[in-house]
């Protein structure tokens, strides 16, 4: 793999932690603009405990993961209780406001005869854990997807548990997820801590992929794209929005057949979606069509196993 | 779901290594100048290393250089192009072909004999 | 008789506008009782109220004397009752399998809870045939049979259903009213909002009359005409006396 092509999977990897953060709010039945602000608080964050308080990287991706959660219950509070379009506007405000401190938010220190830390619109360089600690692309690479395996897989394990039930009931429903007996403001407020913990998690990710972050990358652009991958490549599974990041970054970006155009490219492609297929490509439907047909599938007989162990030896 | 645990496992490999691996001595620093050139949209960067903390030039370094707007996040970024080696000694040169004008963030990605990446925010602007 | 539901002077309220101006009635255990009207008279915004959807403004709920007005809508159905609400039934991207499983959210006693699913699936075949399909895909019936059996998967006190016959065919309204009667001859409390009053009447062992947020007749099937009874439900007495 060359570097661009491993920058490119970094990328996907690390934006596909915002995507899913998007899409657990969208399993619950809400559209969230401001997954971008906890994605932010946690490369802000992360950065700050590696690149100015020198501790070790574990230790800086966990600070960006818990700063995204506690974000998540602050705003998640006063805004949960809110629905539908008052919700989408209400988190589109509040990651607009949070663009807007990092904007005035300057904490600087003086490391190796250099300034280091947020310096307002200029931004936070020098985040340079992975060059001091000389870490490779590939291995960084490996992290991102490390840590990606496992939040997916956290992720499978909770849509089959009783709370993942409870995310899809009030997302089909609220109120009839009530009347089942769900708790649905507490179980919103659940939500939308995992979704800032997976965004936080991510911004960590990315502040020390990039080595510099600024405000300016954490406009509502990335917010909107996150909500996008997941109505794109589908909300029946998080590779969903997997999916989505991969079509948008991976083909459209990457390939530059669209050049100058994806954004118009990527445009057309939700708004037909939108129409054609409302819950994305990989939605309950087919995902549910999927499970049954690999559940029918017959397991190999013993006559099969002995023929390969035969071909194998 | 057996790919979970392969998944698991290179990342425990990584957090080791990543670990284990030594403080690189040499923290670069570059200055970065670009000119338009006769091509629209086309800059000719010429970029000075040295060495943050004496000063000395960085010769024989592998220097590629980027951009993207932040603005856009993920979208029209550059792709990376190889600088070459100038005259002067720690200076290299590149032509980067940006999408548009405006405010973009430059990365020099340095390899070889010196491993990091130094972003500059450049702004842009068509010929007068 | 005694009292499985006893509603008190309940005023519920959309802002100033009262929907509920004051209603007192109740249901006895083990009977079906059924609350009939025109639209708008507050039917549904008493069933919500009962479930705790709604909030009413005064007046109280009692489930065999304990009181519900206040409670959070999990915590009414954790203390037995369920509903049946109107017009949206099943969560329609989850199977009819999960759908059931969603009616046993507040159960742990998971083993239990898997015979109750074969319960549903002796008494509701078709669910059965369709037990992996998406319920959205269901017929009109199916869904309201599914909801049903849904409601039950809690073991409720108090079968709560609001207009059950509400877009199905006839022939399937009719087997609806026939899944009723058994159950309540299983035991189970129902208290049922109907608009089909002649349905409604067969299966009833007491009603209510009500209009306008107000319960204004009350008896047993064949104290009143049922051609009366049919009038007022559909047209309410004022607009039939002017």
């Known amino acids: 793999m060359d570097d661009h092509l491993i920058g490119i999977v970094s990328n996907i990897g690390v934006i596909s932690f915002v995507a899913l953060s998007a899409y657990l709010l969208l399993l619950t039945g809400e559209i969230s603009f401001g997954q971008q602000a906890f994605f932010a608080i946690g490369a802000y964050t992360s950065g700050i405990v590696t690149a100015m308080w020198q501790l070790p990287f574990a230790l800086g991706l966990g600070a960006g993961a818990a700063t995204g959660a506690a974000a998540a219950l602050l705003v998640g509070l006063p805004t949960l209780r809110l629905h539908g379009l008052q919700f989408a506007i209400a988190t589109l405000a509040f990651a607009e406001a949070v663009r807007i401190l990092f904007e005035l938010f300057r904490y600087q220190i003086v490391r190796d005869g250099e300034l280091v830390g947020p310096n307002g619109i200029e931004g936070f360089r020098n985040i340079r854990y992975i060059f001091e600690n000389d870490v490779s692309a590939t291995e960084f690479m490996l992290i991102i997807y490390g840590l990606l395996g496992a939040t997916l897989f956290g992720l499978f394990l909770l849509e089959r548990s009783r709370l993942g039930t409870a995310f899809r009931m009030i997302g089909e429903d609220d109120l009839l997820a009530a009347t089942q007996g769900v708790a649905v403001v507490p179980v919103k407020l659940t939500a939308a801590c995992l979704a800032g913990t997976i965004a936080g998690l991510g911004g960590g990710l990315y502040a020390h992929l990039t080595t510099y972050v600024e405000p300016a990358i954490f406009d509502v652009m990335l917010g909107v794209h996150s909500l996008a991958y997941g109505l794109i490549g589908g909300l029946g599974t998080a590779f969903g929005p997997l999916l989505g990041v991969v079509i948008d970054i991976g083909l459209l970006e990457s390939t530059r057949w669209f050049a100058g155009y994806r954004m118009i ?35 190999p007989s013993p006559a099969n196993d002995t023929v390969l162990g035969k071909e194998l030896s | 779901m057996i790919a979970v645990p392969g998944f698991l496992l290179s990342l425990l490999v990584a957090m080791v290594l990543s670990g284990s691996g030594l403080a690189a001595g040499v923290k670069a620093k570059a200055e970065v100048s670009c000119a338009a050139t006769a091509k629209s949209l086309e800059y000719d960067c010429a970029i000075k290393l040295s060495d943050q903390r004496s000063g000395a030039a960085l010769t024989g370094v592998d220097v590629t250089v980027g951009a993207d707007m932040p603005s856009m996040p993920m979208a029209h970024n550059v792709k990376p192009v190889k600088a070459v080696p100038d005259s002067a000694a720690g200076t290299y040169r590149a032509r980067i072909l940006l999408e548009m004008h405006g405010d973009w963030a430059v990365k020099v990605d340095l390899a070889g004999p010196v491993r990091d990446r130094i972003v500059k925010s450049m702004r842009f602007e068509p010929k007068p | 008789m005694e009292a499985m539901l006893e509603i008190a002077d309940v005023v519920t309220a959309y802002g100033k506008i009262e929907a509920l101006k004051g209603v007192s009635l ?106 992996e399909q998406l319920a959205g895909t269901l017929s009109g019936g199916e869904q309201q049979m599914l909801a049903v059996a849904r409601a039950l998967m809690s073991r409720p006190r108090l079968l709560l259903m609001d207009e059950p016959s509400l877009g199905l065919a006839p022939i399937v309204v009719k087997e609806i009213f026939g899944i009723i009667a058994e159950l309540n001859r299983e035991g189970v409390t129902i208290f049922l909002v109907e608009q089909n009053a002649h349905l409604a009447l067969q299966v009833a062992h007491h009603f209510y009359l009500m209009e306008q947020g107000r319960v204004t007749f009350s008896g047993n099937p064949g104290e009143l005409a049922e051609d009366e009874v049919i009038k007022r439900a559909y047209l309410g007495t004022r607009r039939s006396a002017g």
């Open chain 1, 265 to 299: 490219v990527f445009g057309g492609l939700v708004a037909v979606l939108l129409i054609v297929r409302p819950r994305g490509l990989l939605d309950e439907q087919l995902v549910h069509r999927i499970r049954r047909a690999v559940r029918r599938r017959p397991r």
């Open chain 3, 26 to 131: 109740s249901a006895a255990k083990g009977r079906i009782t059924c609350l009939l009207g025109p639209n708008g008279a507050g039917k549904t915004t008493l069933m919500m109220s009962i479930a705790g959807a709604l909030k009413p403004r005064q007046g109280s709920i009692r489930l065999e004397g304990s009181e519900l007005v206040g409670l959070s809508p999990a915590r009414i159905v954790g203390n037995g009752v369920a509903l049946v609400p109107e017009n949206r039934l099943v969560f329609p991207q989850m199977s009819v399998r999960e759908n059931l499983l969603a009616g046993a959210y507040q159960r742990n006693d998971s083993g239990e809870v898997t015979a109750d699913i074969e319960r549903m699936y002796a008494r509701f075949p078709r669910l059965k045939e369709r037990r």
